[in-house]
């Protein structure tokens, strides 16, 4: 499983990723979005474009413990 990786880099960019982003980021933490569950990862970082960002509200977001 992805989850016990050492290191968990994911990549997002432009428009068309930008609803899934805020989804992953901010929505519930479910499995109709499986992504959501690496807010929990320590280990997890995600890099963004400011296309994919456009729809996240801008407040510190980290791992969830």
Partial sequence: ???????????????????IVEQILQGNITTDCPASVLRQQKQATLFLDLDAAQQLEYTRISHQD
């Fill in 1 to 19: 499983m992805i989850c016990s990786a050492p290191q968990i880099i994911c990549l997002a960019s432009s428009q068309r990723k930008a609803e």
